[in-house]
C-alpha cells in the first residue's frame, strides 16, 4: 500500500510540476510578439518599450511611425518626475504605442549610435539635436525628418495634446494653437 501512495504522490508532484512548467511556458510567449520584443501589456497595464536610437529609427521607418525621442540625463529631477507622472499614464501610453515609436537617449552617455553612416555618441547626438536642457523630446517623421523639440516637463494634460496633433499629422495643415482651439 505504501508503494502505490508514493507512487500517486509522485505523479501528482510530476503533474503539477508539468502544469506550472506549461502555464509559465505560454504566459512568457505571450509576452513577445512577432518580432520578439515585449509587448506593451503587462498586469493589464500599458508598459512603455523604449528603444535605442538605430532601432527605434529603423521600426519606425518600417512601421511607417511617428518617433519620439526623449532626451534624459541620470542625475535629472524632472526626466524622473516626467517618468513618473507624464510616461506613466495610461492615455499617454496608449496614444505612444499607437502611433509613435519611442527611444531614449541618455545624453551625457558615451553609447554609440550611427548618424547619418558617422559613428557618434549619445552625448554627441544630443548636441546635434541641440538639447540643452532636460528632458526634451524632440518629434520625428517615420523618414526622420525632425518635426519640432518639446524642451522641459511636461505634465500629462499639456502633453496628451501635443502627441495627438504630432501623431495624427495636424502639424502639417495647422499651428498648435488653432488645434489647440479646435480641441
Not at 83 to 96: A, G, H, P, R
Request: neutral net charge; contains cysteine; charged residues 25%.
Amino acid at each position: 500500500m505504501k508503494i502505490f501512495s508514493a507512487k500517486r504522490d509522485q505523479i501528482m508532484i510530476l503533474t503539477i510540476f508539468l502544469i506550472l512548467i506549461f502555464f509559465f511556458g505560454i504566459r512568457s510567449y505571450f509576452k513577445t510578439n512577432q518580432q520578439g520584443r515585449e509587448v506593451v501589456e503587462e498586469n493589464n497595464l500599458l508598459a512603455l518599450n523604449w528603444l535605442s536610437y538605430n532601432e527605434g529609427l529603423a521600426l519606425a521607418e518600417k512601421e511607417n511611425k511617428y518617433v519620439l525621442i526623449d532626451f534624459y540625463t541620470d542625475w535629472c529631477g524632472y526626466c524622473k518626475k516626467m517618468d513618473k507622472n507624464t510616461y506613466s499614464n495610461e492615455e499617454v501610453k496608449k496614444i505612444l504605442s499607437k502611433k509613435f515609436v519611442i527611444i531614449r537617449v541618455n545624453a551625457e552617455s558615451d553609447n554609440k549610435v550611427i548618424e547619418n553612416g558617422e559613428e557618434i555618441t549619445e552625448r554627441e547626438l544630443a548636441k546635434l539635436y541641440q538639447v540643452s536642457g532636460y528632458p526634451t523630446t524632440w518629434f520625428l517623421e517615420s523618414n526622420h525628418s525632425r518635426v519640432a523639440p518639446l524642451p522641459g516637463y511636461v505634465t500629462t494634460e499639456q502633453f496628451i495634446p501635443v502627441l495627438n496633433y504630432i501623431g495624427e499629422g495636424w502639424y502639417k495643415s495647422i499651428s498648435f494653437k488653432e488645434y489647440s482651439e479646435k480641441i
